[in-house]
């Protein structure tokens, strides 16, 4: 079976633009998890989608923003760059709420 | 912020050797523990997971769950230069969002072959 998969691998972006990350979860896992990863440090929570709708948001900036497709595919947008949103961005599937899947990752650049 | 700490290490263990890995957490209410092991350049990958106190044993890995104590641990028995990787310690814990994971830094292992 597929696991999560994620687009794009790398993305090479400028202070002030806008990126939008993809997230397909596992096959029959409703849940999709948004999280925030930076050298050196564990990933930090950003959203949770179950069913289509927002269950959770971490403690990021409104320019951060995320939805939840009906065929339980996921965005996350960033708006208005900053150097300081260089990271790896991680999604994770679940079946339900209980053990999150990570996909391989967005590795993020600003420059 | 509810905390979940690790020693970052590194732990350098031998070859064949038992390796412990260790996390605490602060928040009393947390209820699911899960270990991810990440390797450099990957995304974290769920190797344990463990919801009531005692040891949950898998292959080679073994969680040790002490609620009391707010301690949860990672024994890798017979560590080969494979398992060298960072070991993430994550907690769930209810007064987060969703079902939102806490994470720890990490502990970075080293096994020498």
């Known amino acids: 079976d597929a696991g999560v998969t994620q687009s794009p691998t790398h993305l090479i972006k400028t202070r002030g633009q806008q990126v939008t990350l993809r997230c397909s979860p596992i096959?029959?896992?409703?849940?999709v998890s948004w999280y925030q990863q930076v050298l050196g440090q564990g990933p930090q929570f950003i959203f949770q989608?179950?069913?289509?709708?927002?269950?959770g948001r971490g403690n990021f900036p409104d320019r951060f923003s995320a939805r939840q497709f009906p065929n339980y595919s996921s965005e996350l947008n960033v708006n208005a760059l900053l150097l300081g949103d260089s990271a790896l961005y991680l999604c994770?599937?679940?079946?339900?709420?209980?053990?999150?899947?990570f996909g391989p990752g967005t590795r993020l650049t600003v420059t | 912020q509810k905390e979940v700490e690790q020693n970052s290490g590194p732990l350098s263990v031998p070859e064949g050797a038992i390796a412990s890995l260790n996390c605490t957490y602060s928040?009393?209410?947390?209820?699911?523990f899960f270990w991810y092991r990440q390797y450099s350049g990957k995304s974290p990958e769920l190797i344990m997971s463990?919801?009531?106190?005692g040891d949950k044993e898998d292959g080679r890995f073994t969680a040790q769950l002490n609620k009391a104590s707010q301690y949860v641990s990672l024994l890798i028995r017979d560590s080969q230069p494979s398992d060298s990787a960072t070991y993430l310690c994550?907690?769930?814990?209810?007064?987060?969002?969703?079902?939102?994971?806490?994470f720890g830094k990490g502990t970075s292992l080293l096994v020498t072959p």
């Open positions: 994550a907690v769930h814990q209810p007064s987060n969002s969703g079902y939102a994971l806490n």
């Open positions: 096959s029959g896992h409703k849940s």
């Open positions: 928040d009393r209410g947390s209820q699911s």
């Open positions: 989608y179950y069913e289509k709708e927002e269950r």
């Open positions: 994770a599937s679940s079946l339900e709420p209980g053990e999150q899947y």
């Open positions: 463990i919801y009531s106190n």
